[in-house]
């Protein structure tokens, strides 16, 4: 007989985060910068704590090079071959540190990441990433990867539950990624019936993950500044985002132009075009779980950091907290039927 859970779980639309009294008297002492150690590496890293997607559409060597410049981080996603990440770490080792290596699985992913961080140690993350962390076969990944790298800040996931999340940390990684079916372009929960709600997901795992000294990303989900806020409140200690940063110079996919109005292709990791571009189609035994989408030109990506960096200080003034580190000890989260008035259109 299969098991339910009764109790109600929460995604970032079901809250709101209560406002407090508060001593701040300006946003503008509102510290975003926030300094992490890792368990494993034992590495120190100040930055602003929000990450690119490791897409084709986010996780581009421009995207870190406008990200960094802000203190904000990005994933680097898979494609770009040693030669380029050769050149990219000559000519910009100023954004070694805020960048993480990505790679799958598969031997030769591995072998390309080991032959990458010869020439670029100061490389500030690796990330192990899959669509679905729960297999064992990712667990002995993570090991081997630690083993090759005990000097390194390891990222993994995706899982959304506590249990993984403790394997994990076990296993080696320092920062494992919370999210299954949240994502803006993700068709993972229509395709198989899988998934967590998001905002129950960040609160059970980060409170896992901290009690091992370990930390989480809340990877995927947000759609406006006020659920990257949620999101910290819960107790992420870093935010992903793709649809958020998509539609920007920085990021790659066509723009496309039709009726005097201008759109950028963007697409999940595990849609028919990135499989197309990238892996020559479908194979037979999988399916599509990601879509393709066109979003609205948005122009130069510092416009929407900006936009995120001053939401998420009036946030944090809200509710009292003079930096990001301080917001999951001020937050309460109201439940609620209708978060925002929507009468006028999405705000
Ligand atoms: P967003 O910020 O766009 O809501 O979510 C971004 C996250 O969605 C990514 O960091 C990644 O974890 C996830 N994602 C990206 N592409 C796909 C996909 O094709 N399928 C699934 N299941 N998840 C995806």
């Given at each position: 007989?299969?098991?339910?859970?009764?109790?109600?779980?929460?995604d970032y639309q079901d809250v709101l985060i209560r406002p407090?009294?508060?001593?701040?008297?300006?946003r503008?002492?509102?510290?975003?910068?926030?300094?992490?150690?890792?368990?494993?590496?034992?590495?120190?890293?100040?930055?602003?704590?929000?990450?690119?997607?490791?897409?084709?559409?986010?996780?581009?060597?421009?995207?870190?090079?406008?990200?960094?410049?802000?203190?904000?981080?990005?994933?680097?996603?898979?494609?770009?071959?040693?030669?380029?990440?050769?050149?990219?770490?000559?000519?910009?080792?100023?954004?070694?540190?805020?960048?993480?290596?990505?790679?799958?699985?598969?031997?030769?992913?591995?072998?390309?990441?080991?032959?990458?961080?010869?020439?670029?140690?100061?490389?500030?993350?690796?990330?192990?990433?899959?669509?679905?962390?729960?297999?064992?076969?990712?667990?002995?990944?993570?090991?081997?990867?630690?083993?090759?790298?005990?000097?390194?800040?390891?990222?993994?996931?995706?899982?959304?539950?506590?249990?993984?999340?403790?394997?994990?940390?076990?296993?080696?990684?320092?920062?494992?990624?919370?999210?299954?079916?949240?994502?803006s372009?993700?068709?993972?929960?229509?395709?198989?019936?899988?998934?967590?709600?998001?905002?129950?997901?960040?609160?059970?795992?980060?409170?896992?993950?901290?009690?091992?000294?370990?930390?989480?990303?809340?990877?995927?989900g947000c759609t406006c500044v006020g659920d990257i806020a949620k999101a910290?409140g819960?107790?992420?200690?870093?935010?992903?985002l793709?649809g958020m940063l998509s539609g920007?110079?920085?990021?790659?996919?066509?723009?496309?132009?039709?009726?005097?109005?201008?759109?950028?292709?963007?697409?999940?990791?595990?849609?028919?075009?990135?499989?197309?571009?990238?892996?020559?189609?479908?194979?037979?035994?999988?399916?599509?779980?990601?879509?393709?989408?066109?979003v609205p030109?948005k122009?130069?990506?510092?416009v929407t950091?900006f936009d995120i960096l001053g939401g998420l200080r009036s946030a944090?003034t809200y509710?009292?907290?003079?930096?990001?580190?301080?917001?999951?000890?001020?937050?309460?989260?109201v439940?609620c039927a209708r978060a925002v008035n929507t009468v006028f259109g999405p705000s």
């Open positions: 007989m299969p098991t339910i859970i009764d109790g109600v779980k929460l407090r009294r508060s001593k701040i008297k300006s503008m002492e509102v510290d975003l910068f926030t300094e992490i150690t890792f368990p494993h590496s034992k590495r120190t890293l100040k930055s602003i704590p929000i990450f690119a997607s490791n897409m084709d559409g986010t996780g581009t060597f421009e995207m870190a090079k406008a990200l960094s410049k802000h203190g904000l981080l990005t994933a680097i996603h898979k494609y770009y071959t040693i030669e380029d990440w050769r050149n990219f770490a000559r000519d910009n080792p100023e954004c070694l540190g805020n960048v993480s290596v990505c790679a799958g699985t598969s031997d030769s992913e591995f072998q390309k990441i080991s032959e990458i961080m010869k020439f670029a140690p100061e490389i500030a993350f690796i990330t192990c990433d899959v669509a679905n962390g729960y297999s064992e076969h990712f667990l002995e990944y993570v090991k081997k990867v630690r083993a090759t790298f005990p000097n390194h800040t390891i990222i993994a996931g995706d899982v959304a539950t506590p249990e993984m999340v403790e394997a994990l940390v076990n296993a080696g990684t320092d920062i494992v990624n919370i999210g299954i079916g949240p994502g372009v993700c068709t993972t929960r229509t395709k198989t019936g899988v998934g967590y709600p998001q905002l129950s997901a960040i609160i059970e795992c980060a409170d896992a993950a901290h009690g091992l000294g370990a930390k989480i990303i809340a990877d995927g910290f819960a107790g992420a200690d870093f935010v992903m793709g920007h110079d920085q990021g790659g996919g066509d723009t496309i132009e039709r009726n005097g109005e201008r759109f950028k292709l963007f697409y999940g990791l595990c849609s028919s075009t990135a499989m197309k571009i990238h892996s020559g189609g479908v194979a037979e035994y999988r399916s599509v779980e990601g879509k393709t989408v066109e030109y122009g130069d990506v510092k950091v944090c509710v009292g907290a003079e930096s990001l580190r301080e917001l999951p000890s001020r937050t309460t989260f439940r």
